[in-house]
């Protein structure tokens, strides 16, 4: 299965700041996504990272609040902009691992974000 | 929307006995899986069930999978302290992989 790591892994910020997370695989991944868990909730999905164009955002997330690079297969960032603490949450990357007709969803650490 | 619904959301036993999370969903899907989070950590992928398989186990994981009722069923026997964890169910259509709220399981040494 893939390998992903997250950077930075936690961090407390202040408002109206802004925060850049990155995500690496250890391999070359078609299919990379950001989702986002607020306390006590499950996840939901920002965006899908797409590989040289925009990203595809959902229901609810703009890309002016959360950019999203992705220059190559293997990393993508997420930008949490002009913060507030309704942003705290942890933010997570995964990827789509296609084995066949197989299709898995990996998960990174997390980064877990405070925002005073 | 496709959300897939989990019950019971809190569901503490002793250690050794099994333990039985169930999942609901609302649209067509190709896939289900089953995750497990500890403590606010990042997710660990247990099980995957295809929407034309009907039962699958991995040690001691036993999912089942009802796209009649679509509904699944996560049972972990043999407990252990560190199967304590939030369990999620997610749903895949479409590339997209849609999360239940969770089931919150607590392990009783």
């Known amino acids: 299965s893939a390998v992903i790591s997250q950077k930075p892994s936690r961090d407390i910020c202040q408002r109206g700041t802004s925060l850049t997370i990155q995500c690496q695989v250890d391999s070359q991944v078609t299919m990379m996504f950001w989702y986002r868990q607020q306390p006590g909730q499950s996840l939901t999905l920002i965006a899908t990272?797409?590989?040289?164009?925009?990203?595809?955002?959902e229901s609810g997330f703009v890309i002016d609040k959360f950019p999203i690079s992705r220059p190559n297969l293997t990393f993508s960032t997420l930008t949490v902009s002009n913060m507030s603490p309704e942003d705290s949450s942890i933010y997570l990357c995964?990827?789509?691992?296609?084995?066949?007709?197989?299709?898995?969803?990996?998960f990174g650490p997390g980064t877990r974000l405070l925002v005073l | 929307s496709q959300q897939g619904e989990e019950d019971p959301q809190a569901l503490s036993i002793q250690e050794g006995e099994n333990a039985t999370m169930n999942c609901s969903y609302k649209t067509s899907i190709n896939n289900l899986q089953w995750y497990r989070q500890n403590s606010g950590r990042g997710l660990v992928h247990l099980i995957l069930?295809?929407?034309?398989?009907r039962e699958k186990h991995s040690g001691r994981l036993r999912v089942t999978l009802d796209t009649s009722k679509k509904s699944s069923s996560l049972l972990i026997t043999a407990s252990r302290a560190a199967d304590t964890a939030s369990y999620f169910c997610a749903t895949q259509g479409a590339q997209k992989l849609v999360f239940g709220q969770g089931t919150r399981l607590t392990i009783n040494p």
């Open positions: 069930i295809r929407s034309n398989e």
């Open positions: 995964s990827v789509l691992e296609v084995t066949g007709t197989q299709e898995t969803q990996y």
């Open positions: 990272a797409n590989q040289g164009s925009e990203a595809t955002y």
